[in-house]
């Protein structure tokens, strides 16, 4: 997704990352450096609303744009950055760094869509597919896809933002992608003639988390629970009245600097996302950390029967709990 940004309290990069390099985390250095793995757009206004609140509450951060989830995730086990997007088990487990989730930004609830070639899921059996990005969220939904059809699609092409993806399949450079809840209906209400939306199973697992490393979160605690409860006051006032997001957008931050179009849009936007189940107002917890480990394990991300995997390794619930107490 394109936009145009602006430094406001924060601080917009793409920045070159070595893979596998490891960092002691430490305090922060007066601001949390958090990796978001696409630049600013509609889905991320929430997030940057829960920003705002945590701002003011004496939260200092900057944030920086990275290409894909897989460079978030590096800059964060690297010590690079402090807090992450994604949903990084596969690196979790793998990883010596202690890397926790601390709450979920959003569920997988996406949908296959595709030329009219395809009626179905078995229809894509060999077929190429187009999706996010390598080992993210639509890279496991096709994993599961494969096995609940017994199919294997062709080639995996990955292109960031699910806009991007609709762009693509409506010009013709895919006949099959996976999309987020917003671009279907976009799809649907623009080229419905044109395009299927594929039936689909349900998922609940998380789509997007924020994670750290454990020993960082520790040593930086009171700056976690500020963002955190940030965090879950939005989600719990979005689920009440969606409507909060576009009035409490900052118009001179970066989702401000959207086009008119965008921003017009994020009413709507937020309304289908919260009836369509997309975010879960209390923030994942347990629910989320078990539903995360069946389907990761199912998508082949994680190792080991799910039911003898520990949710605290994966997890780190101790802001959350304190944040529903309040």
Known sequence: MKSLMRKLGATLA????????????????GKIK???????????????????????NGLDYEWTAFSDEELAIQAVLSGQMDIGFGTP????????????????????????????????LED?????IMLHSRGGGTDSIANVIEDKMNIEFGNRSYVPGSSNRVAALMAGQTDATIVDLANKNKVVK??????????????????????????????????????VNALASVWQDMSRDPAIIARETNPEGPIGQLPPEIRRNLDAFYSDAVAGGLYDPDGGGRKAAQADLEWYSNAGQLEGDPSSLNIEDFWYLAPLDKAAQQ
């Open 190 to 227: 623009i080229a419905g003639d044109r395009f299927n939306v594929l039936p689909m199973f349900e998922v609940d697992a998380s789509d997007e988390a924020l994670f750290a490393n454990l020993d960082w979160i520790q040593n930086n605690e009171e700056d976690v629970q500020t963002f």
């Open 14 to 29: 793409v920045i070159p990352l070595a893979v596998g390099l490891m960092a002691a985390p430490a305090v922060a250095d």
């Open 124 to 128: 894509l059996d060999g077929e190429p």
């Open 89 to 120: 088990y596969a690196a979790m487990q793998r990883s010596k760094a202690p890397i926790r989730i601390v709450f979920q930004l959003s569920k997988l609830k996406f949908f296959p869509v595709t030329s009219k070639k395809y009626s179905s």
């Open 34 to 56: 958090i990796a978001l793995a696409e630049t600013p757009s509609d889905e991320l206004a929430a997030f940057f609303v829960a920003l705002e609140r945590a701002k003011a």
